[in-house]
């Protein structure tokens, strides 16, 4: 029998986010996807090391790969070392991968990569996002609604 997916994502420990991506992109849909990833570079996840700053993903022919996702070299790992900035496959359902292909291709959309943690059974996984990239001026609006919010926040506790 196969195992219920959770509401949202169970993340138990997050080893690298994309901050800028929120700030960035209009977020519509998202994706919990696998890492392939070597064994140096599991170590090296579970140090804490790891970078998805500049990092996108691309559907080529049946699959995902994770491009220019920085996960650095283990200090122990000598000749069995991986390299850096790999592309790296993601593991998804075809279903998944056919609406990434549609929506990247007809919809001009974009894959981002928001966050790399270890989930509850600690496996490597990705949380994915379909994206539209923001104008200036989306841009400004976003930051005029967060200083609102904020400054909201601020009035209601010197009230109470």
């Known amino acids: ?7 949202q994502f169970e993340k138990q420990k997050i080893v690298a986010e994309n901050r800028r991506a929120r700030y960035e992109y209009f977020l519509e849909d998202f994706y919990e996807a696998g890492i392939a990833l070597t ?3 599991v170590k090296s996840l579970r140090f804490g090391e790891g970078s998805i700053a500049e990092s996108y993903a691309e559907v080529t022919d049946d699959e995902v790969f994770l491009v220019n996702a920085n996960i650095p070299e283990f200090s122990h790992g000598n000749r069995y070392n991986h390299e850096p900035k790999r592309p790296r496959k993601l593991l998804l359902h075809e279903r998944e991968i056919n609406k990434m292909r549609v929506a990247v291709g007809r919809e001009g959309m974009t894959l981002i990569p928001l966050s790399i943690y270890f989930n509850a059974r600690g496996r490597a996984k990705v949380e994915l996002a379909l994206a539209k990239g923001k104008k200036l001026h989306d841009k400004r609006e976003t930051e005029k609604d967060r200083d609102w919010k904020r400054e909201q926040g601020r009035i209601m506790r010197e009230r109470g």
């Open 39 to 41: 064994g140096t570079e």
């Open 1 to 7: 029998m196969a195992r219920p997916k959770p509401a």
